[in-house]
């Protein structure tokens, strides 16, 4: 048994605290929010009145916050001071790579642990222990995080050193925008020309069109039962998260001088959709934007 410090217990965040704790861990949860230390208590989590709190003690501190610059205003605000040396923090927030290591470097300094492990699976992988982990860490540190990660997830996957969960964070999010805008094109432009959503989804899924985008998330409804476009495009993966994702992309294209013509485009069209009612529908919802021009 590990105890743990969880902190942010957002629509992502407790779910993967509640599986640490099925899982026969010891946690302490924290959240700024009110509702979310509620929904927290509710859900059985020993919540502590602040996250150096929770953190005071803990043998491992994750957090799961908005954006990078919470976590980094956390680790300076008091977080690292409260935690034993040698704690291991685990950052599952995604956010920039610059920042994870900025992160690390203060974890270090501070006489800690520190990896970047961003994930993948959405709520529903939260919720069913199923999420995919994207580590950047040193290879004692990830040995040491693995089984807490396994407990939380399904596929955890080394990518290097420090800031490179979130560097394969980044890219992997930039070919799933691209992606889900392409196949929304498709299926209207399917629709112009008489063709069916299901004539469509049944030659694409099983030819050279077959993808992701398409036979998890298709953004029609019908043809995948499970797939957001089905429950009126509620996320899933909200569009207002693709396009922070994308925003961390398109930093990451400017910093290092990538010709990344088609995610520097899916960043515009997801920044104009989540300016919308896109924010808080399932990004496969962009396909609305697209049938009627707003992107």
Known sequence: MTRIAFLGLGHMGLPMARNLVTAGHEVVAFDVMDAARAAAADAGLVVAPSGPDAASGAEVVVTMFPAGRHVLEAYRGGLLDAAAPGTLFIESSTIAVDEARTAHSLAVEAGHRNIDAP?????????????????????????????LLEAMGKRIVHCGGPGLGQAAKVCNNMILAVSQIVVGEAFVLGERLGLSHDALYDVAANASGQCWALSTNCPVPGPVPTSPANRDYQPGFAGALMAKDLGLALKAIEQTGTDAKMGRLAQELYAAFASGDGAGRDFSGIITGIRDGRV
Not at 130 to 138: E, R, Y
């Open 119 to 147: 994930v993948s699976g959405g709520v529903v992988g939260a919720e069913n222990g199923t999420l995919a982990f994207m580590v950047g860490a040193s290879d004692a540190d990830f040995e040491a995080a693995k089984p």
